[in-house]
Nanobody, 121 residues
Framework: QVQLVESGGGLVQPGGSLRLSCARS????????MGWYRQAPGKERELVAI???????RSADSVKDRFTIERDNAKNMVYLQMSSLKPEDTAVYYC???????????????WGKGTLVTVSS
């Protein structure tokens, strides 16, 4: 029902900037939070940043001074603005949504297929 499609990944030099986009389609009753995870080669998937329904945000210590998560509810979009990129930021970035299908229903997680970000000179 709900689909998430990431875009904006690519090759960027260290110190550069990049903005990732996530488009949501399909029906969902309510959204509790939206966020970004990433997975580097040989490592576990980790939380990058998350934005809750009240607008509050939280991000990993490694990116909190460089990355910003944004949302546009009217357009069903969530973004990750990345700056001062480092080689260790190289990973597949995944968009995720936590929400409810029905009123008072159990929360469920939705995932996109990911977009690759490569930081290299």
């Amino acid at each position: 029902q709900v689909q998430l499609v990431e875009s904006g990944g690519g090759l960027v030099q260290p110190g550069g900037s990049l903005r990732l986009s996530c488009a949501r389609s399909g029906s969902i009753f309510s959204i509790n939070s939206m966020g970004w995870y990433r997975q580097a080669p040989g490592k576990e998937r980790e939380l990058v940043a998350i934005i809750h329904s009240d607008g509050s945000t939280r991000s990993a210590d490694s990116v909190k001074d460089r990355f910003t998560i944004e949302r546009d509810n009217a357009k069903n979009m969530v973004y990750l603005q990345m700056s001062s990129l480092k080689p260790e930021d190289t990973a597949v970035y995944y968009c995720t949504v936590n929400g409810q299908r029905t009123f008072r229903g159990l929360p469920v997680d939705y995932w996109g297929k990911g977009t690759l970000v490569t930081v290299s000179s």
